[in-house]
Each structure stands twice: as C-alpha cells, then as structure tokens.
C-alpha cells in the first residue's frame, strides 16, 4: 500500500545520510502516517483513512468535513 496522506498528499522524501567522511548513502524519510477511523457525522458512519499527524491536527482544528471538502477541491482525494 502507498505511503501516501489521503488528506495532505504527503510522500516519502529522499536525501542522503552523510557520514563524517563525506560518504553518501539514500535514504527516506517517511511521512508520519497513522491509520485512523475517523467518524463522518454528515454520513453516519466511520471511515478508516491513512492520514498524517499533520492532517489529523488540520480535522481537529476545521472539523473532519471541511478537512475532506478541501482535499477534494484541491485533487487530493
């Protein structure tokens, strides 16, 4: 399955680890991601979403509704 936010998009970052002799080696840096079912009061019911740390403080700050309307104006869902 993707390692990808349902809300905000977020992705999987690469970058290097650098030792102190300069040696690079990839490396990725991973979304916070968390698992959450998430109730939808407009529908009645829950929904399960994988969504960042980041997306769950945007549903608790703008509720869960406008959170979701906005991801689907901008594409993201």
Known sequence: MAQRCEITGKKPLTGYLV??????????????LQTKR???PEEGRFIKMKVSARALKAMTRNGVSATIAKAKRKGMM
Do not use: A, D, L
Request: hydrophobic share 30%.
């Open 19 to 32: 030792s102190h002799s300069m040696r690079h080696t990839k490396h990725r840096q991973m979304p916070n």
């Open 38 to 40: 998430i109730w939808v």
